[in-house]
């Protein structure tokens, strides 16, 4: 099998739009800017949304289900979460089509179906939900309410890349009311470090915990959370987001309760969320120019056996001891397959479950049968041993975890290395330029640097670190007094 991948130093971008089809991970649909998500793909996504779908509801929250459609005037009245995604809404206006009385087989849509009220599709879902939310909580005996939904949303971007920004893309997304200030700042916390303990635990990648700046914050937010992670380019990648609402949304929709006096409160609110931008940061953090490498915990098939043999009763062997193995292994909850094919050789099967990431894949011969041994590739490093048919199951086992640690440790070194102080602008332009990564320097705290330093640069501020040093310092760009760094970089 041809993998034909660029490599990445020639072109990151080109390699990773390639390794995304050639994987089969998703392609593009007949919808401009929308994808479709293959099986192997969306199995990837399948193990991150179980996972994630555990940690919420050991955290107590509830799944539920909102309608797509938001009426355009409920969309509209919290003004700066309506007027941070005005330029991203589909808006639907009539409700009904009818056949083309001019071409046959063409359909127009009816004049006389004009909707009364136009339809945002959803871009997020504050807005439908704090409706409900006005018939759900009458009291403190109510709260806290703590209510997860996983959907699509539509935000009609113009330039989009598989994964990382598409019109359409699935997610999870949380939206919480509580009694007092106190609660929801904590639930906003509580989810960023699940959000955190996911990405690094599960996907094997390291983030920075920050808040963002007033500028990148979520539109009609008080507080935005956030955890950061580093891709091989160099580039930034937001891998998930926890807003501290404020009372926001429940002044704007009218939610209130009746305090333990009987006294008539505003809720306090928060929503976060994490989408299939992830798959986009799990392929950039890991993968090389032999294809994807992941992280056994996200890998559809974590063992891969292929039997190699010239004849009919050297398979048959080999078939006997490949299901015995892969019958132990499942018993120890490792997903495995057994790669038998005849219209195929071992040559062709190596290559596609190398571009397919498979942690390890195992060759067994009939040397093998003969010593008692298999032999093991590992995907990671690319490296092979021949071990004892006996016991591998334990020995794979353990393997998973030195591998998932493996990939973890290799992505922060990279990442730890790749986070620079400057102190002066020129340094900020040429570091940006020639190493990349994140630049710790010394902001004024405006808006307006904040924004002169993106225009002129293109790096944002990607976070405030919650683990920030107090620093007496003075702004990379404007040279006025600062009490310490912030983290720049270009980001997707």
């Not at 490296?383 to 048919?389: I, P, Y």
């Not at 102190?423 to 002169?452: Q, R, S, V």
Request: proline share 3%; net charge negative.
């Amino acid at each position: 099998m041809s993998k034909n991948l660029t490599k990445r130093e020639e072109d990151y971008s080109k390699w990773y739009n390639e390794l995304v089809v050639k994987a089969d991970l998703a392609e593009n649909s007949g919808v401009r800017g929308c994808m479709v998500i293959k099986p192997y793909g969306y199995a990837i996504w399948e193990k991150m949304q179980a996972e994630l779908d555990r940690m919420f509801k050991e955290t107590g929250h509830s799944n539920a289900y909102f309608p797509l459609f938001v009426p355009k005037s409920m969309f509209e009245a919290e003004e700066k979460n309506a007027e941070g995604f005005a330029k991203e809404c589909a808006v639907v206006t009539h409700y009904r089509l009818k056949a083309d009385e001019t071409q046959k087989g063409k359909l127009i849509v009816d004049p006389q179906a004009k909707l009364e009220e136009e339809l945002i599709v959803r871009p997020t879902s504050e807005a439908i939900i704090w409706s409900t939310y006005k018939n759900w909580i009458q009291s403190y005996r109510d709260l806290p309410l703590l209510i997860n939904q996983w959907a699509n949303v539509v935000r009609w971007e113009m330039r989009t890349r598989l994964f990382l920004r598409t019109a359409e893309f699935l997610w999870q997304e949380g939206h919480t009311a509580h009694a007092t200030r106190e609660e929801a700042i904590a639930e906003t916390e509580q989810m960023m470090q699940v959000y955190a303990d996911f990405v690094e635990n599960f996907m094997a990648i390291p983030v920075i915990k920050g808040v963002k700046t007033a500028n990148e914050r979520f539109a009609g937010a008080e507080e935005t959370y956030c955890i950061e992670a580093l891709m091989q380019d160099g580039k930034a990648l937001q891998a998930g987001t926890s807003h501290f609402l404020g009372q926001n949304f429940a002044q704007a929709f009218d939610v209130k309760f009746a305090n333990k006096e009987g006294k008539q409160e505003y809720v306090w609110g928060t929503s976060w969320g994490v989408s299939t931008r992830l798959m986009g940061a799990l392929v950039m953090t890991h993968s090389d120019d032999n294809g994807l490498v992941l992280p056994p915990n996200l890998a559809p098939i974590q063992v891969v056996i292929v039997p190699i043999y010239k004849s009919e009763e050297e398979l048959a062997a080999i078939s006997s001891v490949a299901h015995e193995i892969t019958a132990a292994l499942r018993k120890l909850r490792i997903s495995v397959k057994f790669d038998d094919r005849t219209t195929q050789k071992p040559g062709f099967k190596f290559a596609e479950w190398e571009l397919k990431g498979v942690p390890v894949r195992m060759a067994i011969g009939p040397k093998d049968l003969e010593q008692g041994t298999v032999e093991l590739a590992r995907r990671d490093t690319l490296t092979k041993e021949v071990v004892r048919r006996e016991g591998v199951e334990a020995y794979l086992v353990d393997l998973m975890e030195t591998i998932q640690q493996s990939l973890y440790q290799k992505a922060f070194s990279y990442r730890d290395s790749h986070i620079t102080k400057v102190d002066n602008f020129d340094e900020f332009k040429t570091i940006l330029e020639t190493k990349g990564g994140f630049l710790a320097a010394h902001w004024d705290g405006t808006p307006e640097t904040e924004e002169k330093i993106k225009e002129l640069t293109k790096a944002t501020i990607r976070c405030i670190p919650l683990d920030q040093e107090k620093e007496e310092g003075k702004c990379v760009f404007s040279g006025a007094p600062s009490s310490g760094r912030v983290l720049f970089a270009k980001a997707y």
